[in-house]
């Protein structure tokens, strides 16, 4: 195999990458049924962190195919598929989820400053090439690489592969955010800028149950999250968990128009069509958490969330009826009784959100590599990058100083 010819393309459409392909690069390891199912578990003693990462449903064909076929994703909406194919001897070795954008929207690692300076001094920054998994600020692998294959040289030769692309697409830059640590490290070797970021991710700690995690808190959260569970449902609410083939067109009709609704007064107009829903049902319903609340026999409000195999992915949420606390009920205190039952050892709770500390999710550093073809601007972002690295690096520690968690093991629980 080392001494096998490795050709890069690109390809338009993740169409022309069967979904067994794919797949074998995006969860390796992971018995292939086009449909988004099944788990896969990482190896010990991988240094390189290339090997066999754990299932991460947004990677998968079945998710990035929803998003290009319902409308979402495509390049009437700025994001031109553009994904990074390696094979040797014409077998499929390795993929990169890529798009050539015109924009800097659903990203949520933002660079409209950069865009805005190198436009003023004359540069043209759009289009760029964005290495992420569209509308979806959660980490997974971005150099997708399938067993059997020296995974090293491949990933040389993708990351390589997206320097190259860079220049055949007359593309200022290339983004790749959300990545792996191991990737972010590798990128940096081939002339990529580092960046990190803050979200709030929850841990279990092998709990058996919400008031087990409950107890790990000091008196004054543990109080005030069981005052808030308890007035979330005041009203008469109820609050529903439906997965696989619970979820109906009717369901998914209800978290439409809760999605749009909140949608549309927080970014004007909201990502995903509902045709993506549908799809999403149709090939990885098993991989996707609605939970739904309900009053006087009607849905009221809910969130989306994608089930890897060791974590539950928080998405979106919405609600056509508004009550106190309700939104910490089905996206934060839901998310994580469901990872308790389900034995998942991690929630990601989606971007921002400094609230989200004190009810147990607490600060971790995320990673974007970056490439910028222009010196100039290069050297330019690079400084910045620098100090916003130790910015980053200090405010989590500060944030994380604020967790709700008993700092004495002997405070009564």
Same mark, same amino acid.
């Given at each position: 195999?080392?001494?096998?010819?490795?050709?890069?393309?690109?390809?338009?459409?993740?169409?022309?990458?069967? #979904?067994?392909?794919?797949?074998?690069?995006?969860? #390796?390891?992971?018995?292939?049924?086009?449909?988004?199912?099944?788990?896969?578990?990482?190896?010990?003693?991988?240094?390189?962190?290339?090997?066999?990462?754990?299932?991460?449903?947004?990677?998968?064909?079945?998710?990035?195919?929803?998003?290009?076929?319902?409308?979402?994703?495509?390049?009437?909406?700025?994001?031109? #598929?553009?994904?990074?194919?390696?094979?040797?001897?014409?077998?499929?070795?390795?993929?990169?989820?890529?798009?050539?954008?015109?924009?800097?929207?659903?990203?949520y690692v933002f660079d409209r400053g950069w865009a805005d300076a190198y436009e003023r001094a004359g540069g043209r920054y759009y289009p760029k090439l964005q290495v992420s998994v569209p509308f979806t600020p959660a980490t997974?692998?971005?150099?997708?690489?399938?067993?059997?294959?020296?995974?090293?040289?491949?990933?040389?030769?993708?990351?390589?592969?997206?320097?190259?692309?860079?220049?055949?697409?007359?593309?200022?830059?290339?983004?790749?955010?959300?990545?792996?640590?191991?990737?972010?490290?590798?990128?940096? *070797?081939?002339?990529?800028?580092?960046?990190?970021?803050?979200?709030?991710?929850?841990?279990?700690?092998?709990?058996?149950?919400?008031?087990?995690?409950?107890?790990?808190?000091?008196?004054?959260?543990?109080?005030?999250?069981?005052? *808030?569970?308890?007035?979330?449902?005041?009203?008469?609410?109820?609050?529903?968990?439906?997965?696989?083939?619970?979820?109906?067109?009717?369901?998914?009709?209800?978290?439409?128009?809760?999605?749009?609704?909140?949608?549309?007064?927080?970014?004007?107009?909201?990502?995903?069509?509902? *045709?993506?829903?549908?799809?999403?049902?149709?090939?990885?319903?098993?991989?996707?958490?609605l939970v739904m609340a309900r009053r006087n026999d009607r849905w009221i409000a809910g969130a989306i969330n994608f089930i890897g195999s060791d974590t539950l992915f928080g998405r979106n949420w919405g609600a056509v009826e508004?009550?106190?606390?309700?939104?910490? *009920?089905?996206?934060?205190?839901?998310?994580?009784?469901?990872?308790?039952?389900?034995?998942?050892?991690?929630?990601?709770?989606?971007?921002?959100?400094?609230?989200?500390?004190?009810?147990?999710?607490?600060?971790?550093?995320?990673?974007?590599?970056?490439?910028?073809?222009?010196?100039?601007?290069?050297?330019?972002?690079?400084?910045?990058?620098?100090r916003e690295r130790t910015y980053v690096a200090e405010a989590g520690r500060e944030l994380a100083e604020l967790g709700p968690f008993r700092k004495d093991a002997d405070e009564a629980p």
């Open positions: 195999m080392a001494s096998s010819e490795i050709t890069l393309e690109a390809v338009p459409s993740i169409g022309e990458v069967s #979904p067994e392909d794919w797949d074998a690069c995006a969860s #390796p390891g992971k018995a292939c049924n086009g449909h988004g199912l099944g788990t896969s578990s990482g190896l010990p003693g991988d240094s390189a962190g290339l090997l066999k990462p754990s299932y991460n449903p947004f990677v998968s064909h079945a998710f990035l195919s929803a998003v290009e076929k319902s409308g979402s994703a495509t390049i009437r909406t700025g994001w031109g #598929p553009r994904h990074l194919v390696a094979k040797v001897n014409g077998r499929v070795a390795g993929v990169v989820p890529c798009y050539l954008k015109s924009h800097s929207q659903g990203e997974g692998p971005r150099l997708l690489i399938r067993d059997g294959v020296d995974r090293e040289r491949i990933a040389e030769a993708l990351a390589g592969g997206l320097v190259a692309l860079c220049g055949v697409s007359k593309a200022s830059s290339v983004h790749v955010t959300f990545a792996r640590e191991a990737e972010w490290k590798l990128l940096a *070797e081939h002339g990529f800028l580092q960046r990190t970021d803050q979200q709030f991710h929850w841990h279990n700690e092998g709990f058996a149950s919400f008031d087990d995690f409950l107890a790990t808190l000091n008196s004054r959260h543990r109080k005030s999250i069981k005052r *808030e569970r308890r007035d979330a449902l005041a009203a008469g609410i109820t609050v529903h968990w439906l997965t696989g083939k619970d979820i109906t067109e009717d369901a998914w009709d209800a978290f439409f128009g809760f999605y749009m609704e909140t949608g549309s007064r927080k970014w004007g107009r909201p990502y995903l069509t509902r *045709e993506f829903f549908s799809l999403i049902g149709e090939t990885m319903n098993e991989d996707v958490l508004h009550h106190p606390f309700l939104h910490f *009920e089905v996206c934060y205190y839901q998310a994580i009784d469901f990872a308790i039952k389900r034995g998942l050892t991690h929630v990601e709770a989606g971007a921002q959100g400094e609230h989200k500390i004190a009810r147990g999710y607490l600060p971790r550093t995320t990673h974007s590599a970056h490439f910028i073809a222009d010196p100039g601007l290069r050297r330019a972002i690079d400084d910045y990058l620098k």
